[in-house]
């Protein structure tokens, strides 16, 4: 029952997450958990904005990119969303 | 080609006197071929460790590359899908680690060399157009401490961009003056985090992410203020089950106002069966609040789920088959995967995988690996990648992998 009603609740939440408006300018982050940093989104970036951070990870600064989606295709990880 | 061998040899050396250190080193030979162009090339990882005491270690790493440039090209042919933006670099890493019970600080000095002959044109927002990188300096310092249920995280990174400056002039690019080969622009990176231990599956924590753009504009400062709650929870040696909400106030003008409060909510959930399947279950949603409409909007959605069937074969242990899905519909990563790694004979192995996405593109790649020990083997691989309605391309790679 416990785990039916917390079930319950995450199913909730991602309905009302996904049925809102998408923001006009999307924002692409990086999973750190699935990052391998291998610098592969670093070498494709056309806008000098993505960096090694303090976990060793790829990090994207917000203020520079623009948002064009080349990482995306590269990252062999599949890390950025 | 006087630079590459001055490299080469640098590394030889390194790698000599390094001897009775950790060395991990990675050698591949690649050839890229689409639309009927083919370009040898090759990447040379190489990383030495070395304690210096119990709680000191040193750390250096290098990452050489190196492609041939074709320069005849088709007309529709898009270099923004090969791997890189530049045909010649450097990346090098000095870093020093020190580390108690209760403390952690790393310094690291890293620094990034692109030849640019060998290097495209690239936009940086903060500059301009037309500019081609000839070095990035970062310098890094990171310190954590833990005091009883409080921990505290302090990163700082300062970073600077060596790069030529190119005019347009009837559609010719050209350096306007000697100043223009060897301008800098700055910025510097800070965050913080002070955490609190509620009890051993709860955490509460704060944290500031401030960036000074240290140029004369000062136009992309941002700052970043927020905190959450986490939690994690080992429910058993087959399962555990870990949350974390975030909310953060973003303040910059090159950020949309849409975007000022943010909150991010990261669950995950993983399981291991005796039999020898595991996998996990990830959803991360990113949403924001926008004061003027006051409305709710998604900002990214990203659902991970992913099963692997590891299976005995041989001594190593490393036969498996990997299945999963991503579903990201906001910024086209919905896709799914299938990895199949499995023992041949006599410690050679081969791995197939397979990415099939919606938007964006789909791959297959085949690689044999003939290992000497587990930590010394040889590889040759073939990655096959078709971008839709762009181009197809082809990497052949030759390889070594040896840690002594």
Known sequence: MKKFGLVSVIIILLILFISCDKVSDPEYHIDKSACSSCGACIGICPQDAIEIGKDGKAVIDQTKCNRCGKCIAVCPENAIY | MKKLLILLSLLLMVNLISAGITNWSDLAFQNFSSKNNSNFGFNWKHEIETDLNSNLILNFKNELFYSQK?????????????MKNSYFTNYSTLKMLYSTDLQYLKLQYSNRWFNADDTRFLINPGIGDHIKKN?????DLQYKANMNKFSFSYFGKYRNLNYEQLDLENEILRTASQDDQNKNEYDLYNSADISYNVNQNLKLFTELY???DLNAAGLYDQINLGGGVEYDN???LFSSISARVRYYNNISDKI??????NVVTQLRYTRRFQSGISGFVSYVNRSCYDNETAQVYRVSNMLKVQAKYSYAMDHLNSSYL?????????NDGTLGFIEHNQYIFKDIYSTADIKYSLDLFTSYSLKCEYFINSLQSFWVKNEYTHFYDIQKQNLIFFGSTLIF
């Open chain 2, 70 to 82: 074709n320069d005849e090209f088709p007309a529709d042919y898009s270099h923004n899908n090969e």
């Open chain 2, 135 to 139: 070095m990035i300096h970062n310098f």
């Open chain 2, 210 to 212: 401030y960036k000074n």
């Open chain 2, 234 to 236: 080992i429910i058993n």
């Open chain 2, 256 to 261: 949309n106002n849409e975007q000022d409060h």
């Open chain 2, 322 to 330: 990997l299945l999963g899905f991503k579903f990201n519909p906001e």
